[in-house]
């Protein structure tokens, strides 16, 4: 039986583009190799300048529109649009989108809470995977540690209520775990059992980290999750997908 430990990173403050993250993650935790570092979305949005003021949005008219059914900032609508690759779904003012990332989820990762001051929005990183990657390539340099990184969002999930934070960006962790091939303790041969590793190391995460705490960074220890899978491998090809 494999057991875990998950603790905070304390002591990060409220991140700004250009902060040391690394250094900060090193200043206040002891890294073991085989830890897989798990930041949220924010963290790493911020520190790369991926942050919009409302006051320098002109909306279009498919965001007035959108914004006039629930008199929501056609200006937040605008780049939610501007995110999105496509939108999957309209009931303003919820509005799913696929990124360009391929992930599905709502206001194509534009958010609004947890902003560095009102009147932003943070968007989700260009590329996750590359974030993870840098990140995890500058632990190893500066503190003698190979570990794991997992970039992690809050989405939601069809036809079930509430969120649970996933993963949007890794490196040096498996993200899916594929026992297809397998056989189960009496013998039945798996066909179709995949399993979304990052996305339980995410969730387990956010139970410490909280969604108001301020705790951007966890150190998920004791498992051995060691690989070279991307989190943009996690969504379901268009080929493949039922609901498409």
């Not at 780049?79 to 990332?101: G, K, S, Y």
Request: charged share 25%; aromatic share 2%.
């Amino acid at each position: 039986m494999t057991s875990l430990s998950i603790f905070p990173v304390e002591g990060i403050p409220e991140l700004r583009e250009g902060d040391d993250l690394a250094g900060m993650i090193l200043d206040g935790a002891e890294l073991e190799d085989g830890d897989v570092v798990v930041v949220a979305q924010k963290a790493i949005s911020k520190i790369e300048g991926r942050v919009v003021h409302l006051d320098g949005i002109e909306p279009s008219e498919q965001a007035r529109e959108i914004a006039s059914a629930d008199e929501s900032d056609a200006r937040r609508i605008e780049v939610i649009l501007r995110e999105a690759r496509r939108i999957v779904r309209l009931r303003p003012p919820l509005v799913i989108c696929e990124t360009e990332h391929g992930f599905i989820c709502a206001s194509a990762g534009v958010d609004a809470s947890n902003t560095p001051a009102p009147g932003t929005l943070v968007l989700l990183p260009v590329d996750p995977d590359g974030s993870a990657r840098q990140l995890r390539d500058e632990l190893r340099a500066r503190g003698g540690v190979d570990v794991g990184v997992i970039v992690t969002d809050s989405f939601g999930r069809p036809w079930r209520r509430g969120t649970t934070d996933v993963a949007i960006g890794a490196s040096g962790v498996t993200v899916l775990d594929d026992l297809q091939g397998e056989h189960d303790p009496i013998g039945y041969e798996l066909h179709a059992t995949v399993i979304a590793v990052a996305d339980e190391i995410a969730g387990a995460a956010q139970l410490v980290s909280g969604k108001l705490g301020r705790v951007p960074v966890t150190v998920v220890r004791g498992l051995d999750v060691r690989g070279d899978g991307r989190a943009t491998d996690i969504p379901v090809p268009p080929e493949l997908d039922l609901f498409r």
